[in-house]
């Protein structure tokens, strides 16, 4: 049932992180295999690359009073000995290079600025590392030398800008509210083009965020970002495919968009700008995985209906759970990269309102239903025709009626299953309609064929959903909103 359009997403809402000095390629745009990255990244165009994250509090820019940046630790005020992380230093040819590399592989750069410069003791770990502890007021010298060094460096300017990652973590929110305003006034001042977004909190931080609302001191923001990690530490394959699980990512959006409406900033877009099953070791072994496409495809199709327009999965590459493309140099891409690549193939930006009705009762139970779950889109090229995102949760098929045009005897499925059925769902290969997808060649590269089935509709228009998979079913549809 897809009567009318629930929203709208960006262009670019299958987007993707960037975290400097993490390991890998997060830690660096350069050194081998830099070619097959960028050959990978434009099959996602177009798309965001946010440089930030945890690193990002940690790292000094080379630039104006920093020209020297000596790297220092975080276990104290800037220069006291202790231990702990170091702070990265990133120079002006690194800055270029991040730049040179979004634009190669058509993405807009989001830019997370360094809120904790300058200060140090570390702050409670919760699961992404120590975190400073702030000490008094911000210190926004060296982010005034990184708005000056983009006035006069213009290919390196991002599109979007946001202070800090994670604040509800260590600083209040009437801190954070004052922080981002003395730092909005330094972009007016500056004249900087970047547009402001905030406050990367976390999934659960709803309260904070209530409170940060009421602060008169809180500039207008863009966009309202938060991280979510829904599995949290706590991932399994049960877990993974509960439909409990899956729907509390709704569930806290919603809780969100309520808070902005409450808080007199209604309608203001929702950014995912960290997306993750889990963090954690665990994430090394799902993360990979065919698995991982469960959570993934349903969050993108459940999230479209509320008011999220953008998602980052973290990471493109690296050594942090290297989920989406594999470490340097092979830059190996896993499972969820294709998915995405049909994503951005097959799904436009307007969002039907689709739900799933079952004709016999009887047969399947309520909470049965809920395993079966279908999200639709207006396609992403053709106006004549629907694509439905599919997850099948449940160990058996289903038999499917569709929104068809009348003497449609046909519909096109892109349906992902383990490449090896032996190794099942944590299989790290992925295919499409059986066919195992590979990359292929050692530069130039070619994309696997991605071609959909063609599947007959069977008796009463019928379309069998095979277990435990996922894709896409596109269709000419009797709906005529696209």
């Known amino acids: 049932n897809s009567s009318a359009l629930r929203g709208r997403v960006a262009p670019e809402y299958v987007s993707f992180n960037f975290e400097f000095g993490s390991g890998g390629a997060g830690g660096n745009i350069s050194g081998d295999g830099l070619s097959k990255l960028e050959f990978l990244g434009k099959q996602l165009s177009p798309s965001y690359l946010r440089v930030g994250g945890n690193s990002a509090d940690l790292t000094v820019y080379q630039l104006g009073r920093e020209s020297a940046c000596v790297p220092h630790n975080n276990s104290g005020p800037r220069g006291a000995p202790g231990v702990g992380d170091p702070e990265k230093c990133m120079s002006p040819d690194q800055l270029l ?5 979004a634009r190669a592989i058509g993405a807009k ?20 590392g120590p975190r400073p502890q702030r000490i008094g007021p911000i210190n926004l010298t060296n982010a005034e030398d990184l708005l000056d060094w983009w006035n006069q460096n213009p290919r390196a300017v991002p599109d979007k800008v946001t202070l800090g990652n994670e604040l509800p973590n260590n600083l209040s929110p009437a801190v954070t509210a004052a922080d981002f305003a003395k730092f909005s006034k330094l972009l007016s001042d500056k004249g900087a083009t970047p547009e402001l977004l905030g406050t990367d909190a ?7 965020v209530r409170e940060l609302l009421t602060q008169p001191e809180l500039p207008p923001l863009g966009a309202f970002t938060f991280h979510l990690y829904l599995l949290g530490e706590d991932i399994t394959a049960a877990r993974v495919l509960d439909p409990d699980v899956l729907d509390s990512a709704a569930t806290y959006a919603a809780g969100y968009n309520s808070e902005l409406a409450q808080g007199g900033r209604t309608g203001l877009p929702l950014w995912i700008t960290e997306a993750g099953a889990a963090w954690g070791g665990a994430i090394d ?8 496409g469960f959570w993934f495809l349903d969050q993108l199709g459940s999230l479209a209906r509320q008011n999220v327009i953008v998602q980052h999965r973290h990471a493109l590459a690296g050594s942090w759970g290297p989920c989406f493309i594999g470490e340097q140099p092979n830059f190996i891409p896993r499972p969820d990269f294709f998915t995405a690549v049909l994503w951005k193939r097959l799904v436009g930006t307007n969002v039907l309102s689709t739900a799933v009705h079952v ?18 889109h207006c396609h992403k090229t053709d106006p ?3 694509t439905f995102i599919v997850v099948n949760l449940a160990n058996y098929s289903w038999d499917v009626k569709f929104p068809v045009e009348r003497d449609t005897l046909s519909v096109d499925m892109y349906w992902m299953t383990p490449s090896d059925s032996v190794v099942g769902l944590l299989d790290q290969q992925i295919a499409l309609n059986g066919d195992t997808l590979q990359v292929s060649g050692d530069g130039p590269w070619s994309m696997p064929p ?6 007959e509709l069977g008796a009463h228009g019928l379309i069998t959903i095979p277990a435990l998979g996922y894709g896409f079913v596109v269709m000419d549809s009797a709906i005529k909103l696209c």
């Open 359 to 376: 004709n016999q009762p009887s047969m399947k139970s309520s909470e049965e239903v809920r395993l079966l779950r279908v999200y639709g």
């Open 384 to 386: 004549t025709k629907v």
């Open 202 to 208: 976390w999934w659960k931080n709803q309260s904070w």
């Open 285 to 292: 072994q799902f993360g990979p995985a065919f698995i991982d």
């Open 109 to 128: 750069v989001v830019f997370d600025v360094n809120e904790y410069y300058g200060f140090g003791s570390p702050g409670e770990n919760l699961g992404g």
């Open 450 to 455: 991605m071609a959909p089935k063609q599947v």
């Open 97 to 101: 290079a991040t730049a040179d590399f």
